[in-house]
């Protein structure tokens, strides 16, 4: 089956703009995850949504970084007035959230590169 | 504070040589420890997890509590192998959200 997929896959943008980037999580998953990975670095949580609800955000680096999952399937993230540091790939992930102790295997998409210039 | 450490960027080796990643963690609670690994030109997947103790593509790591360490383990690099590899960790109560390292690049020399 399809897995994560994320779009566009590269978006450039001026110093001020605002960006949208999608993530289409795997079908019936009901865990979504934004990470930001910036150039050397490993992935840094960004928020975790359940379904609909947004459970976690505490990794959002500024109130210019604004998530959402209406739908509790596709999920997208927005970043207003962009600025240079938030140059980074944003990965998308997400999991089954099978009812167990064990943490869910998290599947990733393919990253959206984002260069503000 | 969850941290995890690489403390290598780079980890070049020839074929049939032994590899190790070191990876070494700091979390107060029980964490789940896991390899998630980046081939060129795909995406991050997971590698392996401490919970399931088996060997994936040959790979294996053992999580040792004392030394707070999940080294990476290999007896015979491939040239396949190369990639990068994320050490990560999770344990919050209620979100299994990631805590990775900053990566290892390890390049397998025919």
């Known amino acids: 089956g399809a897995g994560v997929s994320q779009s566009p896959r590269y978006k450039v943008a001026k110093r001020g703009q605002d960006v949208a980037l999608r993530c289409d999580p795997i079908?019936?998953?009901?865990?979504l995850f934004w990470y930001q990975q910036a150039l050397g670095q490993g992935p840094e949580f960004l928020t975790y949504?359940?379904?609909?609800?947004?459970?976690?955000k505490s990794g959002l680096p500024s109130d210019r970084f604004f998530a959402e999952r209406p739908e509790g399937s596709v999920s997208t993230l927005k970043i207003q007035r962009t600025q240079q540091e938030d140059s980074a790939v944003y990965l998308c992930?997400?999991?089954?959230?099978?009812?167990?102790?064990?943490?869910?295997?998290?599947?990733f998409g393919p990253g959206t590169r984002l260069t503000v210039l | 504070a969850q941290r995890v450490t690489q403390p290598e960027k780079l980890l070049s080796v020839f074929k049939g040589a032994p590899v190790e990643l070191k990876c070494n963690y700091s979390?107060?609670?029980?964490?789940?420890l896991f390899w998630y690994v980046q081939y060129s030109r795909q995406r991050l997947q997971l590698l392996l997890r401490?919970?399931s103790r088996e060997s994936i593509k040959g790979f294996t790591a053992d999580l040792n509590k004392g030394e707070t360490s999940f080294h990476l383990k290999k007896p015979f690099a491939q040239e396949e192998d190369s990639a990068m590899y994320y050490c990560?960790?999770?344990?919050?109560?209620?979100?299994?959200?990631?805590?990775f390292g900053t990566g290892t690049r390890l390049q397998v020399f025919p």
């Open positions: 992930a997400s999991s089954l959230e099978l009812v167990s102790e064990l943490t869910d295997t998290q599947y």
């Open positions: 079908s019936g998953h009901v865990s």
């Open positions: 949504f359940q379904n609909e609800a947004q459970l976690d």
């Open positions: 979390y107060s609670g029980s964490p789940e």
């Open positions: 401490h919970i």
């Open positions: 990560a960790l999770t344990g919050e109560i209620n979100t299994d959200k990631l805590i």
